[in-house]
C-alpha cells in the first residue's frame, strides 16, 4: 500500500543534541510537509516543500532546518533541541498544482520527540 | 484571513448514543473542507471530505459532515458511537499557497465514549 513512513517512533535526545527525523513516502508526492504537535493541540506547519522548492512558515525557529535529497525522502533537523522543542512531529504529502492536486494531505504516523 | 472553530474541546458520550462535534470556519473564497481523527499515538487519518458537489459527505465507519455554506459550518455527526471512537478530531480548511495547498486546523474536539 502507499504510504508515509517517518522513523523511529520515539526518539529520545538531550538537551543540545542535534537530532534528525526521517519521513519517506511510496505516494511519489511531490510536495512534503513537516508539522509539530505539542500535546493537546492542533498540528503547527513548520516548512513545506514544493518538489526541491523550501518554503518556511514565518514564525518557524531557525533551529529547525530541512532537506529533501529526493521525491521520497525528506528530514527534519533540530540543531540544538531544547526541553520545549518536546512534541510529535508529523510528517505529511499531498500532490500539488499541475499534477492533478490533492487538496487533503496524507500524514505518517509521526515520531514523539523526548528531550532529556 | 481563514480561520477554524471547534469550540467543544471535549465532548463525552454514551456508547450507542449520537454525538454532534461542531466545526465552524471561515473563508472568503472556496474552501475545501476536512475531519481527520488522530488516536493516542497516531498520526492524522482522513475521515471525510468536502470539495464540491453534494454538501453531505459520509465515512465508510459511519460518520457523516454537512457543509453548510450560509452559516460557514461543516458539523461532523455519527448516529451511534461505539468505544473504538474515542480519539482527538480536527477540523480543517484548506487554502492555497503557492502551487499547493495548506491546512488550517482547528484545536482539535476530544470525543471520549465511555460505555
Known amino acids: 500500500d502507499a504510504m508515509v513512513i517517518q522513523n523511529p517512533r520515539y526518539q529520545v535526545t538531550q538537551f543540545g543534541k542535534p537530532v534528525t527525523l526521517s519521513c519517506s513516502q511510496t505516494?511519489?508526492?511531490?510536495?512534503m510537509y513537516w508539522y509539530q504537535q505539542k500535546s493537546s493541540q492542533a498540528p503547527k506547519l513548520l516548512f513545506h516543500?514544493?518538489?526541491?522548492?523550501?518554503?518556511n512558515e514565518a514564525d518557524t525557529p531557525d533551529n529547525f532546518q530541512s532537506r529533501r535529497p529526493n521525491t521520497s525522502f525528506c528530514f527534519l533537523d533540530i540543531r540544538s533541541p531544547g526541553l520545549g522543542d518536546a512534541a510529535m512531529y508529523l510528517c505529511?504529502?499531498?500532490?500539488?498544482?499541475?499534477?492533478?492536486?490533492?487538496?487533503?494531505?496524507?500524514f505518517g504516523p509521526g515520531t514523539r520527540l523526548t528531550v532529556t | 484571513a481563514q480561520s477554524v472553530t471547534q469550540l467543544d474541546s471535549q465532548v463525552p458520550v454514551f456508547e450507542e448514543a449520537p454525538v454532534e462535534l461542531r466545526c465552524n470556519y471561515s473563508?472568503?473564497?472556496?474552501?475545501?473542507l476536512f475531519w481527520y481523527v488522530q488516536y493516542p499515538n497516531q498520526g492524522l487519518q482522513l475521515l471525510l471530505k468536502?470539495?464540491?458537489?453534494?454538501?453531505l459527505v459520509e465515512s465508510i465507519n459511519g460518520f457523516e459532515a454537512e457543509f453548510n455554506k450560509s452559516q460557514t459550518s461543516f458539523h461532523l455527526r455519527k448516529p451511534s458511537v461505539h468505544i473504538s471512537d474515542t480519539a482527538e478530531y480536527f477540523c480543517?480548511?484548506?487554502?492555497?499557497?503557492?502551487?499547493?495547498?495548506?491546512?488550517?486546523f482547528g484545536s482539535g474536539t476530544r470525543l471520549l465514549v465511555r460505555p
Open positions: 480543517a480548511v484548506s487554502i492555497r499557497m503557492d502551487s499547493s495547498y495548506k491546512l488550517i
Open positions: 516543500y514544493y518538489d526541491k522548492d523550501f518554503n
Open positions: 505529511a504529502t499531498s500532490r500539488g498544482e499541475g499534477r492533478r492536486p490533492t487538496y487533503e494531505q496524507y
Open positions: 468536502y470539495l464540491s458537489g453534494s454538501t
Open positions: 505516494l511519489n508526492h511531490n510536495v
Open positions: 473563508s472568503s473564497v472556496s474552501v475545501y
